[in-house]
């Protein structure tokens, strides 16, 4: 299983950037039976401005509170200096009215170890920031950890793209990279009815897929059409 160690490394890899809300989104979509709404940009579109996520819910559930809510993240060595930056900007900038109506979530693969301290009372030590969020939760790697057991199958995938496999468990994907399409390959005839790595009507010599990527629909058409 994942290490907090994994997740504090991976912290200071360039990718955390755009996996992080990857992760997160993942995380809660594998979780929160009650979503309806989640907007979490993440890869190359994390540097679009605005709110790093926002999520909305019937009822709550071990890590997402009930209603509205906002996402801020962050992987800087120091968690509390951009989760202060980051704090005052978004309640500068939420009407009063707004904020009583919106749970606030601050979220480091870092370990915080005044992160209790700082959510009871968000801001720098010597200026607190006066604000009107309905609550206010912070996660650091430890919480992190705990949500990732509790969805495995977010874990395997996660693992696999940083580099470290779980031992007996693979995601969808990991399973198709390293099973079943080299299987393919050698055995299900492609568009066209020649066997073996050729290019397919869909445009796909093997399967490409990222953390989490479904596979293409009209590879999948393809090989049912002719398997």
């Known amino acids: 299983m994942l290490t907090r160690m994994d997740l504090i490394n991976w912290a200071g890899t360039k990718q955390c950037e755009g996996q992080l809300p990857e992760l997160i989104r993942r995380l809660i979509v594998a979780s929160h039976s009650s979503l309806e709404r989640i907007v979490m940009p993440f890869g190359a579109s994390v540097g679009r401005s605005g709110l790093d996520g926002f999520v909305s819910g019937i009822s709550a559930s071990s890590y997402v509170a009930a209603g509205e809510s906002v996402w801020e993240m962050g992987r800087t060595c120091v968690p509390a200096s951009k989760a202060n930056s980051d704090f005052k900007k978004r309640t500068e900038r939420t009407s009063k009215e707004d904020q009583q109506n919106l749970t606030y979530y601050c979220v480091t693969p870092r370990h915080w170890e005044k992160k209790s301290e700082w959510e009871a009372s968000p801001g720098p030590e010597n200026d607190k920031i006066i604000n009107y969020w309905k609550e206010i939760h912070v996660y650091d790697v430890d919480d992190l950890i705990g949500w990732l057991t509790d969805c495995?199958?977010?874990e395997?995938?996660?693992?696999?793209?940083?580099?470290k496999g779980l031992a007996g468990l693979r995601d969808v994907c990991g399973y198709w990279d390293t099973s079943i399409a080299s299987a393919l390959h050698q055995t299900v005839p492609f568009c066209g009815g020649t066997r073996g790595p050729q290019r397919c009507s869909c445009g796909q010599t093997r399967m490409e897929m990222s953390f989490g990527q479904s596979i293409p629909s009209d590879l999948v058409c393809c090989l049912v059409r002719n398997g």
Do not use: E, K
């Open 156 to 163: 395997a995938g996660f693992s696999r793209i940083i580099g």
């Open 152 to 154: 495995p199958g977010v």
